[in-house]
């Protein structure tokens, strides 16, 4: 079948007046000493691949493309996750950026984006569709599977070069300050677990106390926050006693589903925290009382799995996800 595209954005009515705005967290820029690749060195290599494609533009259009491509970041604009809602496209003679100008107001922004094009965020679409009418010859490298069908639709199949773009291996790839960054934000990370984790232990077995999820949470987001360079969690925190843990995303709230940690029950933390050089993700199950033997069984399959998972060599052209 095809997809009948006559008809108008099907959700637009939905949402009636209660469509929240775009966001407009502003823009900062993400050091070289982080990035370890500048964005002209990152530009000529994207230009160089589009040589070998035969393309014209090139079309970025998820947020970590375009956060990696610029060395920027933001925060507000996605629960959670620094990147900021914006496109961008290189030519062969010009580098765009498409967002909302409220992102790029500062002086520090708009110094690092000296030789950036900025364009208003919905200029994008005619802007693919006047390139491919500009000439014949012209042809857009997109990766469709990546893309919304605003901007693939506009692109005539015959100037189309549907395939990765060329972020994505660059991003794969770790530079070594890139490399540095993520050793880092695993050290001050794992300072504050252990500091949390002395918390922990301390009120259950010392203390005698029992501490509810929601405590948990806000206890081990204040010992992240006490790092250099922390910004925010890098996803809510998942903080399930017993038969919480098994719960899909589960966040505490103070509800009736919320639980408490004592002796009697385990439980699993799964917590990250953004820092200015990287990211964390950590996921530990705890417990302070005599565990069963289902559950000495149980933790020692999933271990084995995970160290089977860590010491195998994934056959070439496997992915692992």
């Not at 070069?161 to 070594?176: E, F, G, L, Y």
């Amino acid at each position: 079948g095809e997809l009948d595209t006559s008809h108008a954005n099907l959700i637009d009515p939905l949402w009636g007046d209660a469509r929240p705005p775009i966001p407009t967290s502003p823009f900062r820029v993400h050091p070289l000493e982080y990035a370890g690749v500048s964005v002209a060195d990152k530009v000529a290599k994207i230009r160089k691949e589009m040589e070998t494609k035969k393309a014209t533009l090139s079309v970025f259009s998820t947020l970590d493309d375009v956060a990696y491509l610029f060395n920027v970041r933001a925060m507000g604009d996605v629960d959670t996750c620094p990147v900021g809602i914006a496109y961008a496209t290189v030519s062969n003679d010009e580098i765009t950026l498409y967002c909302d100008p409220k992102k790029v107001e500062s002086k520090e922004i708009l110094e690092h984006l000296t030789e950036i094009t900025i364009k208003p965020y919905d200029d994008i679409v005619g802007d693919i569709e006047a390139h491919c009418k500009a000439s014949e010859t012209n042809k857009v490298w997109i990766d469709t599977s990546r893309a919304n069908y605003a901007l693939s639709s506009v692109i005539p199949k015959p100037a189309l070069v549907d395939s990765q773009n060329a972020i994505t291996p660059m991003k794969a790839c770790k530079n070594s300050a890139e490399l540095e960054g993520m050793r880092r934000a695993h050290k001050v990370d794992g300072a504050a677990m252990a500091k949390f984790m002395a918390w922990m232990e301390d009120q259950i077995i010392n203390q005698g106390r029992s501490i509810s999820e929601v405590e948990v949470d806000l206890v081990l987001t204040s010992c992240r926050a006490e790092q250099p360079g922390f910004l925010e969690c890098s996803f809510p925190t998942i903080a399930g006693v017993g038969p919480n843990a098994a719960i899909i995303h589960y966040r505490a709230k103070e509800d009736e589903l919320m639980r408490y940690l004592d002796t009697s029950q385990p439980i699993l933390i799964d917590s990250g925290g953004q820092y200015t050089y990287g990211t964390t993700d950590v996921t530990r199950t705890w417990h302070f009382g005599t565990p069963t033997d289902e559950f000495r069984d149980v933790y020692t399959r999933v271990l084995k799995g995970n160290i089977g998972v860590d010491s195998m060599i994934f056959p070439e052209n496997i992915p692992g996800f």
